[in-house]
């Protein structure tokens, strides 16, 4: 894919392809929430993304994202990286949601903090789909038994799945792991009434359209609005 030669042109395309990816699904214009994963970015390119359109950023870093979050507060922050146990408490304070829960001691570590901030973070399960031992996330099998913790737990509130297919993937090749989080999902939604999970976050910048055919509700784009990463 070519990219627009700013960041505004970039949102303006993603924006479009959401919006014929919703289309071709059946979806409600809109019902996708764009997140734009922003790691190594400057606050400089965020806030042209933010001007162009996009309020939800995506980081990896507790630490990275501090600055970032205190230069632009009015937008909505996500945490998709992996949460450390030492990082729980400042990301509760900084984020609005944190997407990779991926144990129950995460759970209710991240509910005791909430709780002592006077807060409920929405936080989504992630899944380790590909089995694949340099991804975090938790096992199929292991999903019930963790989204069980959660109940009881008043600093949290499990609102879906999140995952990654394995990488360097066909975007079709994609489609098969987006299908099953999507049964995970609705499996665990029978067999826990009580918890409400709207949300399926899957999809990146080569897969996003796929994700959202698929049922995606947040799809998690860097790529294609910002260009190709720098790496640190």
């Not at 042109?9 to 014929?20: H, S, T």
């Not at 979050?69 to 509760?92: C, F, T, Y």
């Not at 129950?104 to 031992?133: D, F, H, M, T, W």
Request: glycine fraction near 10%; proline fraction near 4%; hydrophobic fraction near 45%.
């Amino acid at each position: 894919m070519e990219y627009g030669a700013t960041v505004a042109e970039n949102v303006a395309r993603v924006f479009d392809r959401i919006a014929r990816a919703e289309r071709r699904a059946g979806r409600a214009p809109g019902s996708v929430k764009l997140v734009a994963a922003s790691k190594s970015q400057s606050l400089l390119m965020i806030k042209e993304a933010y001007a162009a359109g996009l309020t939800v950023f995506g980081e990896n870093y507790v630490q990275e994202a501090q600055e970032k979050i205190s230069g632009l507060p009015d937008a909505e922050w996500h945490m998709i990286g992996k949460l450390q146990g030492n990082k729980v408490r400042k990301a509760v304070s900084l984020f609005s949601w944190i997407q990779t829960v991926d144990s129950g001691k995460r759970l209710e570590e991240i509910s005791q903090c909430a709780v002592e901030a006077g807060k409920v973070v929405p936080v989504l399960l992630e899944v380790n789909l590909g089995a694949e031992e340099s991804k975090a996330g938790i096992s199929a099998n292991e999903l019930p038994a963790v989204a069980e913790v959660s109940e009881g737990l008043r600093g949290v509130k499990v609102s879906g799945l999140m995952a990654i297919p394995p990488y360097g993937i066909d975007p079709e090749e994609s489609r098969p792991y987006f299908v099953r989080l999507r049964n995970l999902r609705d499996a665990l939604a029978r067999r826990m009434p009580s918890l409400e999970l709207p949300e399926l976050s899957m999809g990146m910048s080569g897969d996003f359209e796929e994700a959202i055919e698929e049922g995606a509700t947040i799809v998690r784009v860097g790529t294609a609005i910002f260009g190709v990463r720098s790496w640190r």
